[in-house]
Structures are given as structure tokens and as C-alpha cells.
T-cell receptor, first 114, second 115 residues
Framework: AQKVTQAQTEISVVEKEDVTLDCVYE???????LFWYKQPPSGELVFLIR??????QNEISGRYSWNFQKSTSSFNFTITASQVVDSAVYFCALRPTGGFKTIFGAGTRLFVKA | GAGVSQSPSNKVTEKGKDVELRCDPI?????LYWYRQSLGQGLEFLIY????????KSGLPSDRFSAERTGGSVSTLTIQRTQQEDSAVYLCASSTSPGRNTEAFFGQGTRLTVV
């Protein structure tokens, strides 16, 4: 069975704080992809990152960084120096390589206050 | 089109009526997905199309739900005899091909309210 768990339902921070969104997944597949999507108030999911299970290198993109640890089945997402525009719901997702069904976590709602 | 387009953006219907939700995927995308997002919840997989075929319909909640895709492009999700629990945002996504190094691009969704 495949499952994605985002234990944090809501997080509230003050602008310029760093914040980490947790994601833990379960899969019996040996190869898979992991994703993060952002859903702003407008509703449209915006793709942020895709990670192949073979590649455990951490990635940084501007204020965003991702920590993939296969040993703990985690793919955490950190926003550095958060901004009000980062306020959104963030979804972590999993899809087996060669598969088509992407399983989403329940999402973490992030509030960034000015 | 430039992105995934869904129509209508909002739909209010009376309980028991049928509704049709439309999705126009990104041109050239062979894979198309329907998800449902209930208030405050994550995304629930409904159905997947590869071309005009639906290899996996396992996520459809009941036989009141059906979907089709024609010409490898536009897809319609139909809900018959709507119930209040069908109220949700229905999201459509498309990708170039499943199982490859691709992500899905989502539309803005159709917010369905059954009263």
C-alpha cells in the first residue's frame, strides 16, 4: 500500500521565520517519485519539485530547500525567510516509477503573518 | 491551450440533478487525471486516462460517477443524481506521459455545491 502522511495540519509563522513542512511516505515500490505542490488561495496546484528515489541529494531553489532521506522515508520541505506570499496549502505526493497514480498527502496549511 | 482548463469554475446544483464537468488538458498531454478535493482535505484520486482509455477507474466513489475522454483530449466527468456529499472541488490534471520523469499540471478546478 502507498501512503503519504503530512502530520502538520496547519502551521502559523511570522514573516522572515524559517519553516519546515514534514512529509513521510510509505511504499513497497523500489523506485518512485516524490513531489511537492503548492495550492494558493486561487486553488490551482503549482508544481514545486520532483525527486527520483535514486537521488538523495538535497536540493535548494532560492528560499526553498528539500531534504530527502530514504532511510526514514521522509521528504521534508523548508522555506527560509518566509514571506506572506508563501501562505498556501502545501501537498506532498508519491508516484511509483512506471506508474500513473499519484498519491497525495492531506496537505499542510501554512499561514505567514506580516 | 497554455494550461489545463476546467469548466465551469463553479457549479451549484440541486440534489438529484446530473452534472457534467469538463477538462481541457494541455495540448499533447496523453495522460489525464481527475481528483476530488473535499473541504480541508487532500486530493482523492478518481480516475486516470491514457489516451481515450481509462486503465484505472478504481477511485470513482460510486456508479453515479462516470468519465470519458474523446479524441485523446477533452474529458468529461459526469455525476448522476447528485448528493450533498458530492460537494467538493474537482481537479483535473494532465501530463505528457505517465511513469516518466514528468509532473502533472493541474487546472483551477470546478467547485461543485449540491444544495
Amino acid at each position: 500500500a502507498q501512503k503519504v502522511t503530512q502530520a502538520q495540519t496547519e502551521i502559523s509563522v511570522v514573516e522572515k521565520e524559517d519553516v519546515t513542512l514534514d512529509c513521510v511516505y510509505e511504499t513497497r515500490d523500489t523506485t518512485y517519485y516524490l513531489f511537492w505542490y503548492k495550492q494558493p488561495p486561487s486553488g490551482e496546484l503549482v508544481f514545486l519539485i520532483r525527486r527520483n528515489s535514486f537521488d538523495e541529494q538535497n536540493e535548494i531553489s532560492g528560499r526553498y530547500s528539500w531534504n530527502f532521506q530514504k532511510s526514514t522515508s521522509s521528504f521534508n520541505f523548508t522555506i527560509t525567510a518566509s514571506q506572506v506570499v508563501d501562505s498556501a496549502v502545501y501537498f506532498c505526493a508519491l508516484r511509483p516509477t512506471g506508474g500513473f497514480k499519484t498519491i497525495f498527502g492531506a496537505g499542510t496549511r501554512l499561514f505567514v503573518k506580516a | 491551450g497554455a494550461g489545463v482548463s476546467q469548466s465551469p469554475s463553479n457549479k451549484v446544483t440541486e440534489k438529484g440533478k446530473d452534472v457534467e464537468l469538463r477538462c481541457d488538458p494541455i495540448s499533447g498531454h496523453t495522460a489525464l487525471y481527475w481528483y476530488r478535493q473535499s473541504l480541508g482535505q487532500g486530493l482523492e484520486f478518481l480516475i486516470y486516462f491514457q489516451g481515450n482509455s481509462a486503465p484505472d477507474k478504481s477511485g470513482l466513489p460510486s456508479d453515479r460517477f462516470s468519465a470519458e475522454r474523446t479524441g485523446g483530449s477533452v474529458s468529461t466527468l459526469t455525476i448522476q443524481r447528485t448528493q450533498q456529499e458530492d460537494s467538493a472541488v474537482y481537479l483535473c490534471a494532465s501530463s505528457t506521459s505517465p511513469g516518466r520523469n514528468t509532473e502533472a499540471f493541474f487546472g483551477q478546478g470546478t467547485r461543485l455545491t449540491v444544495v
